[in-house]
Structures are given as structure tokens and as C-alpha cells.
């Protein structure tokens, strides 16, 4: 029982037990009120209930209907893209509405972005950096949120996003330029204050990375001092870069000095990008032709679940999606304290396997053919924070959910009065 059917039951019960004749006739019709009101109240409840019943049914139905449709779309263009057959991943896009573009720079940067992590890496670089495609990588960059960063750290945010590895200098130079315009996108009041225009922010971009090395890489002998590079700043080429001949400030150059010595720039590729990590850690994973147990460092995102073989581990060995799956505990007979994904589409049918990507011995990744995936924390206490944590990853929007469940229902209602009517 609800607690407003207990208040309403308690209020009503107190007022029945006193005899009817306690009370002057007011008093009776007011009590009279509250049973009526009681009555009304029970059957709203009821209602409120089946509706949520209803509701809760429609989602589940909606969210199935949307994964269904549009993770195989998504993974059949990946998989062309990983093929290198470009024009043909966005025109399949396309056709399959879910993009309106296939010329689009943004549609196009938006894309890669959501999906990087299953992208391949070497053709991933061969596409943005073609020059031809310079305007994806410029929307692909504009879109790493930058806002409120100094430069070195909008550098360093970059370069990770891209999975940087090695480039041509002239991609390197394109890649200076698309930073300055985002950073004075995202920045401006800063960008001004520091730089004053786009072509110094992109100087004081590509001086970052060569401080960088002259710092931090053992090759080069001759290493600039701070002093050096502070003076770097106000020299006649990078006067004539900024407003009034200002320079860029010493005391600025001075901090990226410090810092980089202290906080080295990696510019090294990173399979994680712009995935915050919501958990991570290790748990034992049984395999899928031999059910043997291995170690494995598992790292949640909100959209998908990696594994490692190491927790320093550059590529994951796996990569599971976790749209249209359910989480939940269950047991076996080796391992304690377990819990399993499995589709949601397989309640009632048949197993359905798990859309996820497998690294062979070669590097390469494949589809995988799990259909339950099942995992062994160490306790209770960490099973149930795993299973909570990809819980909250699989939420659906109840606002737009119960829109969608209200506009269908009304529309039936109209069909059934249409109907009626004849």
C-alpha cells in the first residue's frame, strides 16, 4: 500500500471507530467527504499505476526498436569506413538517415567523433589527413571541448583526441591552425588577452610541442632554457603576429616552460579518447569457446565497456556495446560473486548475440559472437558497484519516452473513435 492510500485508510479507519454519534451533523458530512474522497483517490492511484505500467512497457519497446534500427546501421558504415571505403560509409549514412549530409564537414566530424573508438586507427589518420578532408579535421578538433583550458592543456587535449601517432608536416602545421581557431572558438576573451590573433595562438600551439621536445627528448643536446624561450615571445616575427606589436608575454611562455618540464606532452595515441571513465578495474571474464577464467582490467564508459589484458595496456582487447543490453547477477558453479550482460532482446526468443569487437593475435579487431558475457568481481559489494554503475549507463529518457508512449496513445484513441464511428 501506497503512502497516500495509508494516510487515506488511517484518516478514514481513525474517523469510523468514534460512533457517528460523537459528531454533529457537519462533522458526519465531512466525514462522508473524506470516504468519497477516499474512493476517488484509490481509483486514481490505480490509474496512476497502470499508466506507469504502460509507460515503463512503451519504453523498453522504443528504446529495443531504436537499437534494433540504428546500432546495426551504425556498425555496417564503421565497417566500411575500417575497409577504407569512405564514400561508401557516409553515403550508406545517408541513405539509412543518420546523417542528412554526406558532403557535411560537421556530420561527418560528429560521426567519427562518436564512434572513434571503433574506428581503425591507421585508416581513421588516412582520412583526416588527407588534404582534402582538412575541413573534417577542423570540425573534428573544434568539437574536443576545450572551454576554459589554457592552451598547452588545449594542446594536449587535441593531440589525444586525434589518437596522434606521427603525421606529415604539413598535417602537423593544419593541425596548429584548426587549435588556434577553436581555442579562439571556445576562448575568446583569453585568446585575445594572451595572443590577440588566430596566426600567434597557432605559433605559441607549434612552440608548445617544440619546447616539448627540446625539454623532454634525450636526443637533443642542446636544450633551450627558459629564459630562451620566454625571449621567443618577443621576437620581431611574433610581434608582427599580435596587435600593436605586443609579443606574446613572457610570464606566459615562462608558465608552459615550467609546466611541460613538470607535465611532459605525450603525443602518443590513446584508445579512450573523450570517454570519461565512470568505472574501472579488474575482474575475472570467462571466455567464450572454453569457458576458462582470465584476468582482465575492465573501463566503463557510458557507451561501451572495454577490456585489457594489462591495466597499462595501450588498445583494449575487447570492446563491448552496451545499447540493448540488460546487467544483472547471476551464478556459477566456479567463480563466486558474478554478474552477466545478455541482450534485452532475448527474454523471449532466442539468445541474441551481443554486438562487441574482439582484437585477434594480429591487432585486428572482429565482431564478436558472445551472447552473454559473464564477469567475477571479488565481493559482493564490488559485483553490485559494477552492476550499478553500467545500470546508470543504460537509462532511457523518461521525458521523451513518455511523450512518444502519450503521442501513440492518443493516436490510437483516435483510430479506435474513427473506427467506432462507422
Not at 587535441?158 to 593541425?175: G, H, P, Q, W
Not at 585575445?192 to 590573433?197: A, S, W
Not at 629564459?227 to 608582427?240: I, L, M, S, T
Request: hydrophobic letters at 35%.
Amino acid at each position: 500500500m501506497t503512502l497516500v492510500e495509508q494516510s487515506a485508510s488511517l484518516t478514514v479507519n481513525n474517523t469510523s471507530s468514534n460512533s457517528t454519534g460523537q459528531f454533529t451533523e457537519d462533522e458526519n458530512q465531512t466525514l462522508m467527504l473524506l470516504r468519497t474522497n477516499k474512493e476517488k483517490l484509490l481509483i486514481e492511484i490505480q490509474q496512476i499505476k497502470k499508466e506507469i505500467t504502460e509507460v515503463t512497457s512503451r519504453i523498453n519497446e522504443l528504446q529495443s526498436e531504436v537499437d534494433r534500427h540504428t546500432e546495426p546501421k551504425v556498425l555496417d558504415a564503421i565497417e566500411l569506413f575500417n575497409q577504407g571505403l569512405f564514400t561508401d560509409c557516409f553515403e550508406r549514412l545517408v541513405n539509412v538517415q543518420i546523417l542528412t549530409d554526406a558532403d557535411s564537414p560537421v556530420e561527418k566530424a560528429n560521426f567519427l567523433a562518436s564512434n572513434v573508438t571503433l574506428i581503425n586507427l591507421e585508416k581513421f589518420h588516412k582520412y583526416l589527413y588527407k588534404p582534402g578532408n582538412q575541413d573534417v579535421m577542423r570540425e573534428f578538433l573544434c568539437s574536443v571541448p576545450i572551454e576554459g583550458l589554457t592552451l598547452l592543456d588545449s594542446v594536449r587535449k587535441c593531440f589525444t583526441s586525434l589518437m596522434f601517432n606521427e603525421a606529415e608536416s604539413d598535417v602537423i602545421t593544419r593541425i596548429y591552425k584548426f587549435i588556434s581557431q577553436s581555442y579562439f572558438r571556445q576562448n575568446p576573451e583569453e585568446a585575445e588577452k594572451v595572443f590577440g590573433t588566430e596566426d600567434a595562438c597557432e605559433f605559441a600551439a607549434g612552440a608548445i610541442v617544440f619546447i616539448n621536445t627540446s625539454i623532454n627528448n634525450s636526443k637533443v643536446k642542446e636544450k633551450m632554457t627558459e629564459e630562451d624561450f620566454a625571449n621567443y615571445g618577443q621576437c620581431r616575427e611574433v610581434k608582427e603576429m599580435t596587435p600593436n606589436e605586443r609579443g606574446i608575454p613572457r610570464d606566459y611562455l615562462i608558465s608552459v616552460y615550467r609546466e611541460l618540464k613538470r607535465n611532459p606532452l605525450q603525443l602518443t595515441s590513446n584508445y579512450n579518447i573523450n570517454k570519461s571513465v565512470l568505472k574501472q578495474g579488474n575482474l575475472y571474464k570467462e571466455g567464450g569457446q572454453y569457458r576458462t577464467w582470465k584476468k582482465r582490467f575492465f573501463v566503463l564508459h557510458s557507451d561501451f565497456l572495454y577490456y585489457y589484458v594489462h591495466a597499462d595496456d595501450e588498445k583494449p582487447k575487447g570492446i563491448i556495446v552496451l545499447a540493448n543490453l540488460e546487467v544483472r547477477p547471476t551464478s556459477d558453479s566456479s567463480r563466486k560473486f558474478c554478474f552477466e550482460l545478455v541482450s534485452r532482446e532475448s527474454r523471449d526468443k532466442l539468445p541474441q548475440v551481443i554486438k562487441a569487437t574482439k582484437a585477434t593475435d594480429g591487432g585486428t579487431h572482429v565482431k564478436g559472437k558472445h551472447s552473454r558475457y559473464i564477469m567475477s568481481a571479488s565481493s559482493d559489494e564490488e559485483r553490485d558497484e559494477w552492476i550499478m554503475a553500467i545500470k546508470d549507463t543504460l537509462k532511457v529518457d523518461m521525458v521523451y519516452a513518455l511523450l512518444q508512449w502519450r503521442e501513440q496513445n492518443k493516436l490510437n484513441q483516435q483510430q479506435q473513435a474513427a473506427t467506432a464511428s462507422f
